[in-house]
């Protein structure tokens, strides 16, 4: 009787893809990442200047306004007359006002809206140029918390409140729209042009950085790399950037300790987790 022959050859060996397969780029960007809330308001609030429909007429100091009076000798509600040689005006009763020029600037009658961008703006250039990191974070932190507390016990709160409401700082729709757009351009331009001329490319075994526009690759190899993220500045790192970070980067070459910076990494966490995961897959393929 035969019986047919058994195969006792091994199953395929596992293939890995080759190292130049996968990379992982990290790219440092400029401080004016961090100035998006600027466009941003800038350009809602000029959306809701050239909705909103009111205009602004510039008055000289010595222009007169008077109520339209009846036959009776009283004022009637609405019902003004300007009287100024350099902007005149005509009365309409079909409107119940007056009319003045359509080409009169578009200024919303929303007097928040200049205040908040104002605070905007102040805001993100103090914490773009004034780094408050590790301790100075909690000490601001602090700060404000116990001024609040201190406002509260002394009922302030209401003052404040008032000043805000008196505080009218007016912007026209031409004022938020030329920083917006312009501000925006600028923004994309430095995100998505400038910015990725500074970068550093891991790949298994290997790294290519780039630190200065122009510059020619420096290429290293990743034995005995040391990663460090820093994401101390809580208003920098969190508030504006959504969790961005520096990521400082030694390897050795030569003998020496190169120390490479990147500063403002996007998804600095992220990127540093897939960096080691690469770097341990390298060696997982090269014990086999």
């Known amino acids: 009787m035969s019986t047919a022959p058994v195969s006792t050859s091994a199953a395929p060996p596992v293939t890995h893809p080759p190292a130049g397969d996968r990379f992982i780029?990290?790219?440092q960007h400029s401080s004016l990442f961090y100035w998006w809330p600027v466009w941003v308001f800038a350009l809602l609030f000029a959306l809701i200047s050239l909705f909103d429909g009111t205009?602004?007429?510039h008055l000289t100091s010595t222009a007169r306004i008077d109520p339209v009076m009846d036959e009776t000798g009283k004022a009637v509600s609405g019902k003004y007359t300007i009287l100024d040689k350099?902007?005149?005006?005509?009365?309409?009763e079909r409107v119940h006002g007056f009319v003045v020029d359509n080409l009169q600037p578009r200024v919303s009658h929303y007097s928040w809206m200049g205040t908040v961008f104002s605070i905007i703006l102040l805001l993100v250039i103090v914490i773009t140029n004034v780094p408050m990191r590790g301790l100075w974070s909690v000490v601001v932190i602090v700060i404000v918390i116990l001024g609040s507390i201190?406002?509260?016990i002394m009922e302030w709160w209401d003052v404040i409140?008032?000043?805000f409401v008196d505080l009218r700082i007016y912007i026209g729709f031409a004022g938020f729209f030329t920083i917006g757009i312009i501000l925006l351009a600028v923004w994309l331009f430095s995100v998505l042009v400038f910015d990725r001329q500074t970068y550093?490319?891991?790949t298994p075994g290997q790294m290519k950085v780039c630190e200065e526009i122009g510059a020619g690759e420096k290429v290293y190899d990743t034995a005995g790399m040391n990663l460090e993220k820093h994401r101390d500045d809580l208003f920098r790192h969190w508030v504006l950037g959504m969790g961005s970070g520096d990521l400082t980067v030694r390897t050795q070459a030569g003998g020496q300790v190169h120390e490479i910076r990147m500063?403002?990494?996007l998804f600095v966490h992220r990127k540093l987790l897939a960096i080691e995961d690469m770097q341990r897959e390298k060696a997982t393929v090269q014990g086999d």
């Open 263 to 265: 500063s403002n990494v």
């Open 86 to 92: 350099d902007h005149p005006a005509r009365l309409d």
């Open 161 to 163: 409140a008032r000043g």
């Open 150 to 152: 201190i406002i509260t």
């Open 200 to 202: 550093i490319i891991f």
């Open 25 to 27: 780029r990290v790219i």
């Open 55 to 57: 205009r602004a007429l």
